[in-house]
């Protein structure tokens, strides 16, 4: 018998733009539990990219995980013997996780800046739809194509 699901804890608004989407972010980005860190990174990306766009940091941030996340994507499901990729619809609350992972990811993967430098590029690059992230989500969207036919497998 399974035992409950945990109940999902409640995460506060971060401190300067009162908004859920930048708290969860910043948990991402954080690494061995240095919060302060992370704010630091994020914030400075901000206003790098205020500085670099003439628009508010938090409208590009937002436009960014617009753009990079997926609405389908491969699971893995095993009918007999056969092992199918099945595309599936993606549930928004992972959605926002994939695309800022994505974006993360993409931003560490651009070498010889610091952080804060290398995420406001990335999230102007995803605000454009170019840059790694966006190439993630192509990636992902294409594979779902190239295998609609196990559709029926859901």
Known sequence: MRRRRPERREIAPDPIY????????INYLMERGKKGVAEKIFYDAMESIQAKTKTEGIKIFQQAIKNASPLL???SRRIGGATY???IEVPKNRQFYLASLWLINAAKGRKGR????????ELIAAANNEGGAIKKKDDTHRMAEANKAFAHFR
Do not use: H, I, N, W
């Open 18 to 25: 009162g908004d859920l989407q930048v708290a969860k972010f």
């Open 73 to 75: 994507e491969v699971k």
């Open 85 to 87: 990729q099945v595309p």
């Open 114 to 121: 610091p952080m804060a430098d290398r995420l406001a590029l």
